[in-house]
Protein backbone atom coordinates (compact mmCIF):
# COMPACT_ATOMS: atom_id res chain seq x y z
CA UNK A 1 0.00 0.00 0.00
CA UNK A 2 1.21 3.61 -1.24
CA UNK A 3 0.26 6.36 0.67
CA UNK A 4 0.18 10.07 -0.20
CA UNK A 5 -1.03 12.21 2.67
CA UNK A 6 -1.70 16.33 1.74
CA UNK A 7 -3.62 19.38 2.87
CA UNK A 8 -1.42 20.51 5.81
CA UNK A 9 -0.66 24.37 5.92
CA UNK A 10 -0.22 27.61 7.90
CA UNK A 11 -3.12 28.05 10.23
CA UNK A 12 -3.90 30.95 12.88
CA UNK A 13 -5.09 29.63 16.17
CA UNK A 14 -8.80 28.54 16.50
CA UNK A 15 -9.03 27.99 12.22
CA UNK A 16 -9.18 24.84 10.86
CA UNK A 17 -7.63 21.85 8.23
CA UNK A 18 -8.38 19.14 6.24
CA UNK A 19 -5.64 16.36 5.98
CA UNK A 20 -6.30 13.87 3.29
CA UNK A 21 -4.52 10.59 2.63
CA UNK A 22 -4.91 8.81 -0.66
CA UNK A 23 -3.96 5.18 -1.02
CA UNK A 24 -2.75 2.90 -3.76
CA UNK A 25 -2.22 -0.70 -4.46
CA UNK A 26 -3.65 -3.54 -2.40
CA UNK A 27 -7.76 -2.52 -1.02
CA UNK A 28 -8.03 -0.46 0.92
CA UNK A 29 -10.72 -1.27 2.94
CA UNK A 30 -8.88 -3.92 4.60
CA UNK A 31 -6.86 -1.86 6.29
CA UNK A 32 -7.38 0.15 9.62
CA UNK A 33 -6.11 3.60 8.60
CA UNK A 34 -4.46 5.86 11.84
CA UNK A 35 -3.12 9.65 11.70
CA UNK A 36 -0.06 10.22 13.90
CA UNK A 37 1.82 13.38 14.73
CA UNK A 38 5.44 14.18 15.07
CA UNK A 39 6.90 17.81 16.85
CA UNK A 40 10.95 18.68 16.62
CA UNK A 41 12.07 16.72 19.27
CA UNK A 42 9.43 14.70 20.30
CA UNK A 43 8.30 11.09 19.46
CA UNK A 44 5.71 10.34 17.23
CA UNK A 45 2.49 10.31 18.38
CA UNK A 46 -1.03 8.66 17.75
CA UNK A 47 -3.59 11.30 17.06
CA UNK A 48 -6.57 8.91 15.62
CA UNK A 49 -7.59 5.78 14.13
CA UNK A 50 -10.98 4.64 12.18
CA UNK A 51 -11.88 1.14 11.64
CA UNK A 52 -12.31 -0.90 8.09
CA UNK A 53 -15.77 0.14 7.52
CA UNK A 54 -15.90 3.85 9.48
CA UNK A 55 -17.83 2.12 12.66
CA UNK A 56 -15.47 3.05 15.41
CA UNK A 57 -12.85 5.41 15.52
CA UNK A 58 -10.56 6.31 18.29
CA UNK A 59 -8.80 9.79 19.47
CA UNK A 60 -5.71 10.98 21.50
CA UNK A 61 -7.24 12.70 24.51
CA UNK A 62 -5.68 15.75 23.17
CA UNK A 63 -7.40 16.29 20.28
CA UNK A 64 -10.69 14.77 21.24
CA UNK A 65 -13.81 16.91 20.27
CA UNK A 66 -11.54 18.99 17.93
CA UNK A 67 -10.56 16.35 15.47
CA UNK A 68 -12.74 13.98 13.22
CA UNK A 69 -11.53 11.36 10.96
CA UNK A 70 -13.50 9.72 8.61
CA UNK A 71 -13.08 7.53 5.45
CA UNK A 72 -14.16 6.55 1.71
CA UNK A 73 -13.30 3.62 0.69
CA UNK A 74 -14.60 4.59 -2.65
CA UNK A 75 -12.35 7.20 -3.43
CA UNK A 76 -9.75 5.07 -0.99
CA UNK A 77 -9.14 8.37 0.93
CA UNK A 78 -8.74 9.08 4.89
CA UNK A 79 -9.80 12.38 6.06
CA UNK A 80 -8.62 14.09 9.44
CA UNK A 81 -11.27 17.12 10.10
CA UNK A 82 -8.94 19.63 12.45
CA UNK A 83 -10.71 22.56 13.83
CA UNK A 84 -9.99 24.70 16.82
CA UNK A 85 -6.46 24.09 16.23
CA UNK A 86 -3.93 25.32 18.70
CA UNK A 87 -0.38 26.19 18.83
CA UNK A 88 -0.02 22.80 20.16
CA UNK A 89 -1.09 20.84 17.13
CA UNK A 90 2.02 22.53 15.12
CA UNK A 91 3.71 18.80 13.79
CA UNK A 92 4.51 16.76 10.48
CA UNK A 93 1.02 14.71 10.43
CA UNK A 94 1.21 11.21 9.06
CA UNK A 95 -1.17 8.50 7.75
CA UNK A 96 -0.68 4.88 8.24
CA UNK A 97 -2.08 1.51 7.68
CA UNK A 98 -2.24 -1.42 9.62
CA UNK A 99 -4.47 -4.18 9.99
CA UNK A 100 -5.94 -4.05 13.59
CA UNK A 101 -6.90 -1.18 15.58
CA UNK A 102 -4.35 0.02 17.63
CA UNK A 103 -2.69 3.07 19.05
CA UNK A 104 0.77 1.48 18.92
CA UNK A 105 2.90 3.07 15.91
CA UNK A 106 5.15 0.04 15.66
CA UNK A 107 1.83 -1.62 14.52
CA UNK A 108 0.99 0.13 11.10
CA UNK A 109 2.69 -1.41 8.44
CA UNK A 110 2.64 1.19 5.77
CA UNK A 111 3.52 5.07 5.98
CA UNK A 112 2.92 7.91 4.39
CA UNK A 113 5.18 10.74 3.62
CA UNK A 114 4.14 13.36 6.16
CA UNK A 115 2.33 16.89 5.83
CA UNK A 116 3.57 19.46 7.56
CA UNK A 117 0.87 21.67 10.04
CA UNK A 118 1.65 24.52 11.38
CA UNK A 119 -0.28 26.83 14.07
CA UNK A 120 0.19 30.07 14.97
CA UNK A 121 -0.50 31.88 18.11
Known amino acids: VQLQASGGGFVQAGGSLRLSCVAS????????MGWFRQSPGKEREFVST????????YYASSVKGRFTISRDNYKNTVYLQMNSLKPEDTAVYYC???????????????WGQGTLVTVSS
Open 25 to 32: GRSFSSYV
Open 50 to 57: ITWGGGNT
Open 96 to 110: AAATRATRITNEYDY
